[in-house]
């Protein structure tokens, strides 16, 4: 299982069951959600499973993901040094 920032994962609305736990990833400069499913919480990660290992996470403020829908345009900021 993978691990993953506690603040990427995000709940979204999935009718008729409820909500879903999901990530956004970055595919081709856009935001796509993901579902996911979650493990043990350890620190500042959660495991995660439904993703492969290198795929590019989106994290931010958890009002902007959760506002987040797909296809949203995403500008990736520089490493830090």
């Not at 691990?3 to 995000?10: H, I, K, N, R």
């Not at 856009?30 to 579902?35: D, H, K, L, S």
């Amino acid at each position: 299982m993978l691990t993953a920032p506690l603040q990427s994962v995000v709940l979204r609305a999935a009718p008729p069951a409820g909500e879903r736990t999901g990530v956004f990833l970055l595919a081709d400069g856009q935001a796509r959600f993901t579902p996911v499913t979650s493990g043990v919480i350890g620190g500042l990660d959660i495991e995660v499973s439904g993703i492969a290992e290198g795929e590019r996470i989106i994290i931010g403020p958890y009002q902007a993901l959760r506002d987040m829908t797909d296809g949203t345009l995403v500008t990736v900021a520089p490493a830090a040094r």
